[in-house]
C-alpha cells in the first residue's frame, strides 16, 4: 500500500512538472522569445513560429527545420557541385560555368544552401540541353546582403507560369513533370534565411533565378 501511495504521489508531482513547463512555455512563446509547438499536434500539421534573427545560429524555419548558420566560402561551394552535376552536365553536354568571385562568402546552412544551388542549377541544366548554365553571385545591400543567380540560355520558362512557377505542384505542361515542389522548396529555404529569390525568362532564351542570402556578420556595402 505504500508503495502504491508513494507511485501515486511521484506521478503526480511529475504531472505537475509537466504542466508547469508546459505553462511556462506558452507564456514565453506569447512573448515572442520562443516558438510553441503543440505537443498534441500530429507532425504534419505541428508548425512554429519563430521570427528570424540574423544575428542566431540555430534558427527554426515554419516548416521545421533547424538551420545551423555559419560563414561560409561560397566558390568552393558551387565548385564542389559543379563535380557532384558532372555525370548529369556531361550526359546533355550542358556546360557548367562557376561565376562566384572566390573571396565572396555568406551566412547560412551549409546543407540548404547546397540544395537551393543544386535544385536550380539541375533544374537549368534539364532545360538547358547542349547549352550553358552559369551560377555567380555578388555582394548587395547596404546590410551585406549577397545576391547569387542560376543563369541558362535553354528553353526558358512561359510567361504564363512566371507568376507561380514558385508554387507546390506546379506542372512543365511539355514535359509533364512536376517543377512546383523543387522550386518551392528553394523558395522556403531562401525565405528561412530572411531572403527573397526571383525568377526572369523570355521563353526561348533561357531564365535566370536569383535569390539574396545574409552577407558575414558585420559587413556593410553600399546600396547596390
Known sequence: MIKVKRKVAFQGEAHKRRNAAKAARVKL?????????????????RQ???????????????????LQCRVLDLWPLVESLIRDL??????SQTNLINAVPYDLAIYGDASLVNRIFKILTANAIKYTEGGE?????????KDGT???WVRDNGQGIPESMLD????????DAQNNEGIGLGLAI???FTEAHGGHVFVESTYGSGAEFRFSLPGPPGNALPAC
Open 48 to 66: 512554429t513560429f519563430c521570427t528570424i534573427r540574423a544575428k542566431d545560429t540555430h534558427l527554426q524555419t515554419e516548416i521545421g527545420l533547424k
Open 164 to 171: 507561380k512557377v514558385f508554387d507546390k505542384g506546379e506542372t
Open 86 to 91: 558532372l555525370p548529369v552536365s556531361v550526359a
Open 29 to 45: 512563446a506569447q512573448s515572442g522569445r520562443i516558438p510553441f509547438v503543440p505537443q498534441d499536434c500530429s507532425s504534419t500539421r
Open 133 to 141: 548554365v552559369k551560377i555567380g553571385a555578388h555582394e548587395c545591400g
Open 146 to 148: 549577397v545576391e547569387c
Open 186 to 188: 528553394v523558395k522556403t
